[in-house]
């Protein structure tokens, strides 16, 4: 059974860190993973993702240049560093998996995913 474990959220004020991880079990091999968020009162949204073995690592236009992505393939966790946190990013962070390799116009859909955690809140207040 696949279970994918998110950990690493909390209260951090505006300009703060925090990093996130994300660990993946049930299966040896997820050639996409990323991470998506949802915002209260709001749709779920793409916040950065990748494939396994190379290509570039995409992230949405409002977190690239705070946040960076990566992945332990080893030991299928995946982390997801927010610096210079805002109020805007607060919600629950969702990690996603799939055994698909996604190229770049597809593995920002949430609806590739067939695996997910359950979220972790992200705060950002003063």
């Known amino acids: 059974q696949v279970q994918l474990e998110e950990s690493g959220g909390g209260l951090v004020q505006p300009g703060g860190s925090l990093r996130l991880s994300c660990v993946a079990s049930g299966r040896s091999l997820f050639n996409s993973m990323g991470w998506f968020r949802q915002a209260p009162g709001k749709e779920r949204e793409f916040v950065s993702a990748?494939?396994?073995?190379?290509?570039?690592?995409l992230y949405a236009t409002s977190v690239k240049g705070r946040f960076t992505m990566s992945r332990d393939n080893a030991k299928n966790i995946m982390y997801l560093q927010m610096n210079s946190l805002k109020t805007e990013d607060t919600g629950v962070y969702y990690c996603a998996a799939d055994e698909g390799s996604f190229i770049a116009s597809t593995i920002r859909d949430e609806r590739r995913y067939s695996y997910w955690g359950q979220g972790a809140q992200v705060t950002v207040s003063s």
């Open positions: 990748n494939r396994r073995g190379g290509g570039t690592t």
